[in-house]
């Protein structure tokens, strides 16, 4: 799979992370269940001759194949009470097409609860529903699998042919107006939904990068700036249906403490990275016509200027302010577990800041500003580095380019997530990232995915230099900016690690030892200019608490003391990474990343070489 949108774009109102991504709305919407359980020849209705077969599959006399509608939760077999199922639609009024989101629990269908959905896209939004035709005005574009799109719609035919270019132009999209969404008890595909604490391994600085395998961000614009994360979130897991497990994030689990920005060596602003519960007019990231979805979101829509932020902000009547990802949730996502068709997608943002280079580059009006055919107009925006003077025409809108996808292997995921990241200009991070900051400091919500695979961007002509590029491996030695003669080796890339599936599905689920990873391009920001950001996120094993700090120092950990690490060290300390020995952890990194008397004196004697 490869595809491109042209509609997500992040000028300097938008902050560091704020730009939408078409496409990736996992909520990991269950495909179809049959139109009717045992109706082996689609005719809408249950003979005597299809129970027979179903029976004979279920007693291995025949394959499934004779009768795929007798497989009703698709899992390649018939159960008892399957074939139960067909006797029920094989009574009068009984051939009624069952589904995830109907409301009823159905345990044919493999669920062990169901909510029913909330319409999408029209003029009821934001309401609960059973059916499609609970809901009124526009749906939201499902690809083939299940997937929304992220974009309204008024019928099929405008999810697949419909421009702009770009807007759910996949064959075989619908538009669907009832939507099944996950909550903290019943995920997605209406099966019992399990916490599992994500711990992020706090990220680590060493020569001005954050280290592999930690968490954080980095940011390549006129300055060069790691953040490490630390911190801790919950993802809540269904189980597995179809080769896939949908998840959700809760805003309120998200925990990420401040994090100092420091250019050498002193500190010169605080950010806050907050996991947000996003509203849009509609609830979906993007408009019909292509642009971003308003933002309503209590608090962030206005950024308090009116001091009330528990109302939502104002939409159109026929799009009423909704949850993008379910009420309370910051992120939906899917992982796949049925290599090898996994979802092993890659990333890539490319950026031009073309309209930079005008001279003069101001405007009064959007209409002044250029447009480019590939992806789209330049916006009049105000100068962020110079407030109150002329405002001056943005750069073009950023494009989405993803590939790989439908061959990946078991445990390859997506998330889409929604956050702010606010940041103050400040020496101490002390009293900041609390729920008593202002709004004003919070930042701007962006929505933005996440994943097992390689995310990377490319920002050209950065601030408005037709011979710059930002990128990754430039001939010409330099680390970030490619300076034309010099060519590029290809984006700014970070890649993610899978997760593991067996980990998944145990009692209780771990999520140890996977890799979230992100990237996406910031233009025309105040003392950054044009920027390129990469960001992982990593789950850490048991006994790593201490996250970057244990992984950098095992070897020293593993010397209890003595004066000099030895090759005996070093050995101990490649156990704890190559064989992820939970015992050798907890001897050589204990929780606290440190060793207490008590410990210390309850170990056997000094390795020695």
């Excluded at 971003?292 to 159109?316: L, R």
């Excluded at 990241?421 to 930042?443: E, K, L, M």
């Excluded at 050589?588 to 008590?598: Q, V």
């Amino acid at each position: 799979m490869k595809k491109s949108n042209r509609f997500g774009w992040c000028q300097s109102a938008c902050g560091l992370a704020a730009i939408a991504v078409f496409g990736l709305m996992l909520s990991a919407a269950p495909k179809a269940a049959r139109a009717c359980a045992g109706d082996c020849n689609t005719t809408n209705m249950v003979t005597a001759d299809d129970l027979v077969k179903a029976m004979a599959i279920t007693l291995a006399a025949d394959l499934v194949s004779e009768c795929t509608a007798a497989d009703v939760n698709m899992d390649g077999k018939v159960t008892v009470n399957e074939d139960l199922a067909a006797v029920i639609a094989a009574l009068p009024g009984g051939c009624s097409p069952g589904r995830c989101g109907d409301g009823v629990v159905q345990a044919a269908l493999g669920e062990d609860c169901d909510p029913g959905g909330v319409c999408i896209g029209g003029s009821n939004a934001g309401t609960a529903c059973t059916q499609e035709s609970n809901c009124t005005g526009n749906g939201e574009c499902v690809d083939p699998s299940g997937l929304p799109e992220e974009i309204p719609c008024t019928d099929d035919a405008f999810c697949t042919n419909a421009p702009p270019e770009g807007a759910g132009q996949v064959a075989g999209s619908t538009c669907v107006h009832c939507v099944t969404q996950g909550t903290t008890t019943c995920a997605a595909n209406c099966t019992t939904a399990i916490p599992a604490p994500f711990a992020l391994v706090p990220g680590v600085v060493n020569v001005g990068v954050i280290e592999p395998n930690t968490s954080g961000a980095n940011i390549h614009g006129d300055l060069t700036l790691p953040l490490p994360l630390s911190g801790t979130q919950t993802l809540y897991l269904g189980k597995e249906k179809n080769g896939t497990i949908p998840t959700i994030v809760t805003a309120d689990s998200v925990s990420f403490p401040a994090i100092p920005i420091s250019i050498g060596g002193s500190q010169l602003a605080c950010a806050c990275v907050r996991g947000i519960a996003a509203k849009t007019c509609g609830g979906t990231v993007f408009s019909d016509t292509g642009g971003q979805a308003t933002d309503c979101t209590p608090g962030f829509w206005d950024a308090g200027a009116s001091g009330d932020n528990t109302s939502d902000g104002p939409c159109p009547a026929d799009q009423p302010c909704t949850f993008v990802h379910g009420s309370g949730n910051s992120a939906t996502g899917v992982i796949a577990c049925n290599a090898p068709n996994g979802l092993n997608i890659n990333l890539h943002f490319m950026q031009d800041d073309t309209p930079a280079s005008r001279s003069p580059n101001t405007c009064t009006m959007n209409s002044d500003c250029p447009s480019s055919a590939a992806t789209g107009a330049s916006l009049c925006i105000p100068d962020p580095n110079n407030p109150g003077g002329p405002n001056i025409c943005g750069a073009f809108p950023a494009v989405l380019t993803l590939s790989g996808g439908g061959t990946g292997p078991a445990g390859s995921g997506l998330l889409l997530n929604s956050t702010a990241i606010g940041n103050v200009q400040t020496t101490t991070c002390a009293g900041f990232c609390t729920d008593n900051d202002p709004y004003s400091a919070r930042g701007t919500i962006s929505t933005l995915p996440l994943t097992t695979g390689t995310a990377g961007g490319t920002f050209t002509t950065a601030d408005g230099d037709p011979t710059t590029t930002i990128c990754g491996g430039c001939s010409d030695g330099s680390v970030d900016h490619c300076t034309l003669p010099a060519t590029c080796a290809g984006p700014l890339t970070v890649t993610g690690q899978l997760l593991n599936c067996a980990n998944l599905t145990a009692t209780p689920p771990k999520l140890t030892g996977s890799c979230l990873a992100g990237a996406f391009t910031s233009a025309n920001q105040a003392t950054l200019g044009d920027a390129v950001i990469t960001n992982v996120l990593c789950s850490q094993y048991p006994y790593l608490r201490s996250g970057g700090v244990c992984l950098r120092s095992a070897a020293t950990q593993c010397n209890r003391g003595e004066p000099a690490v030895r090759l005996a060290h070093l050995h101990q300390a490649s156990k704890i990474f190559t064989r992820k020995d939970p015992e050798t952890m907890g001897r050589c990194c204990p929780p606290d990343g440190r060793r207490s008397e008590e410990r210390r004196s309850q170990e056997t004697p000094p390795l020695r070489s």
